[in-house]
């Protein structure tokens, strides 16, 4: 089974700076797309940003120019850098990918348990 384990969510002052890690095992051929999204309490998900096999990024409007989405495609890990954090960021961020696996000729897509974000003084 295909798994993304999310790591480095916690409390920040405004201002400061965190990344969170993502890190995708399993049956796994390729990653495709790798993104991430977060959710506030009684808010929709929404889309932070997302990124392709190729490197190409696309971010919300919320998020241009503070965050960061990268990816080691070796290691089958996507980051959030997230920089000059505002107290509207916190939320939880879940990590998303969509995949090949080695043997069925389709795509999935995974989620990843989420990580907290607080963001406050």
């Known amino acids: 089974q295909v798994q993304l384990v999310e790591s480095g969510g916690g409390l920040v002052q405004p201002g400061g700076s965190l990344r969170l890690s993502c890190a995708a095992s399993?049956?796994?051929?390729?990653?495709?797309?790798m993104a991430w999204y977060r959710q506030a309490p009684g808010k929709e998900r929404e889309l932070v940003g997302s990124i392709t096999s190729g490197g190409n990024t696309n971010y919300a409007d919320s998020v241009k120019g503070r965050f960061t989405i990268s990816r080691d495609n070796a290691k089958n890990t996507v980051f959030l850098q997230m920089n000059s954090l505002k107290p509207e960021d916190t939320a939880v961020y879940y990590c998303?990918?969509?995949?090949?696996?080695?043997?069925?000729?389709?795509?999935?897509?995974?989620w990843g348990q989420g990580a907290l974000v607080i963001v406050s003084s």
């Open positions: 399993g049956n796994i051929f390729s990653i495709n797309t």
């Open positions: 998303y990918a969509d995949y090949n696996r080695y043997t069925t000729y389709r795509n999935f897509e995974v």
